[in-house]
């Protein structure tokens, strides 16, 4: 099973709103990443965690907020959003490298569609 | 820094017809690299990726890619595509950070178009 699950599907929210975004796998993998994904753009990634810690922040804005609760969970919260944060949010996940910087193949969730309004 | 080039943003291929879709990478050290398909608002799908030794990879759905130290290219190849391979393809390398996880970096993506 590589299946990576997200929820909502889609989110509309103002930018009062505070929401949360949330991933979940049950593949045993230790590494969790969050990438926000423009209309015809690639994928951008935001933060990674590894076994629960935060490990990588590609100095995203701190109304973004991701948390890793356990290692099946990694949510990302939202606060006072802007328009501009309008994407498809992307949940992936990969085993731990457990040897040098090796590289491990990352399974992604179907995305969180967000829009601001 | 690491990044990858995808030179082609469209490519309209005829149903049957073969397919190579370019990549190229520009990190110095052994590369990681991915292939990833999307279809219109879905998550990405891994076709195939290569990290060291046979430098022909398959894939899934009857794709496969040849990693070229020499041109520092990774292309993806399909005998005969299928209307369902219209979507798009997104070629990764690995993004060093932290560690022991790394991002991935992606290039800008192609989208192929099947023409019946």
């Known amino acids: 099973d590589t299946e990576v699950t997200q929820t909502p599907k889609h989110l509309v929210m103002g930018m009062t709103n505070k929401k949360s975004l949330k991933c979940e796998q049950h593949?045993?993998?230790?590494?969790m990443y969050w990438y926000k994904q423009k209309a015809k753009k690639p994928p951008e990634l935001m933060f990674v965690?590894?076994?629960?810690?935060?490990?990588i922040n590609e100095s995203v804005p701190s109304r973004f907020s991701p948390e890793c609760p356990n290692s099946s969970l990694l949510n990302l919260h939202l606060h006072a959003l802007q328009p501009e944060d309008s994407a498809l949010y992307l949940c992936?996940?990969?085993?731990?490298?457990?040897?040098?910087?090796?590289?491990?193949?990352?399974?992604f969730g179907p995305g969180t569609r967000l829009l601001v309004l | 820094a690491q990044s990858v080039t995808q030179p082609d943003i469209h490519i309209t291929v005829s149903e049957g017809a073969s397919l190579e879709l370019r990549c190229n990478y520009s990190?110095?050290?052994?590369?990681?690299l991915f292939w990833y398909v999307q279809s219109p608002g879905q998550g990405l799908q891994l076709l195939l990726k290569?990290?060291?030794?046979?430098?022909l990879v398959q894939g899934i759905k009857g794709f496969e890619a040849e990693f070229k130290r020499s041109q520092s290219s990774f292309n993806l190849r399909k005998p005969s595509v299928h209307w369902s391979d219209a979507a798009e393809y997104f070629c990764?390398?690995?993004?060093?950070?932290?560690?022991?996880?790394?991002?991935?970096?992606f290039g800008k993506g192609t989208h192929l178009i099947i023409q019946p």
């Open positions: 593949m045993g993998h230790r590494a």
């Open positions: 290569y990290f060291s030794g046979d430098t």
């Open positions: 992936a996940s990969s085993q731990e490298s457990t040897v040098g910087r090796g590289v491990k193949t990352q399974y």
């Open positions: 990190y110095g050290a052994t590369p990681y």
């Open positions: 990764a390398d690995r993004k060093m950070g932290g560690g022991g996880a790394d991002g991935l970096t």
């Open positions: 965690y590894s076994y629960e810690k935060l490990s």
